[in-house]
């Protein structure tokens, strides 16, 4: 079976590769032709990667996922929740998106956070949504060199490193994205 993911992100492309189903074939939006950006103008998570399954499949009629992420920190109501990638201007800097996170929580105590991750997959038979979530904590600082995003500042719980100092086997034990990943997979054994 091949899926086209609906990202133009190949960190994200190879975060998954793991977790999908022997005899699946996962795509990027290259390889179908597609460079626009797709719009991301709904406001939940559910929604913004619904409108993106749904926009990759009515161009190629091909069975699409997408995911949409986002960081939800507790002293900030929920923010930057939807607009995670974009939370600090539309340039999606990460490195800026940090920034202005640590500088919002600058003086707060309560650092909890979590980030959640939702799938949709659209096909000819029909859409499904998953969800992942992860809980922990915003740290102080900038820690470690590896993932993306905003993995340099979140501690899961139960941990004392910051995603972005552990191996992508290590995060893949724990994320959110995994764990969404993990019942998108078991979705896809059930009905291949």
């Not at 960190?11 to 597609?34: C, R």
């Not at 069975?63 to 974009?86: H, I, M, Q, W, Y």
């Not at 707060?108 to 998953?130: C, H, K, P, Q, Y």
């Not at 992860?134 to 900038?142: A, H, N, Q, Y």
């Amino acid at each position: 079976m091949t899926l086209i993911f609906a990202t133009g992100n190949p960190n994200k492309v190879h975060e998954i590769m793991a977790l999908v189903p022997q005899g699946t074939k996962v795509i990027g939006l290259k390889e179908v032709g597609i460079v626009e950006d797709i719009p991301e103008e709904e406001p939940t998570l559910e929604g913004n990667a619904l409108a993106k399954a749904r926009y990759v499949f009515e161009k190629t009629g091909m069975p699409c996922f997408a995911d949409d992420t986002g960081l939800e920190v507790k002293a900030l109501n929920g923010e930057p929740g939807v607009v995670s990638a974009r939370y600090a201007g539309p340039e999606k800097d990460p490195e800026k998106n940090m920034d202005l996170l640590l500088e919002n929580l600058s003086g707060t105590e309560d650092r909890s956070a979590r980030f959640r991750t939702v799938i949709a997959l659209v096909s000819g038979n029909g859409e499904w949504t998953f969800e992942g979530e992860v809980k922990g904590r915003i740290s102080p600082t900038k820690r470690g060199e590896k993932g993306f995003g905003y993995d340099p500042i979140f501690v899961p719980e139960g941990e004392t490193r910051s995603f972005a100092e552990m191996t992508l086997d290590e995060k893949n034990q724990m994320s959110h994205r995994a764990r969404a990943f993990r019942k998108f997979k078991r979705f896809l054994e059930d009905h291949s």
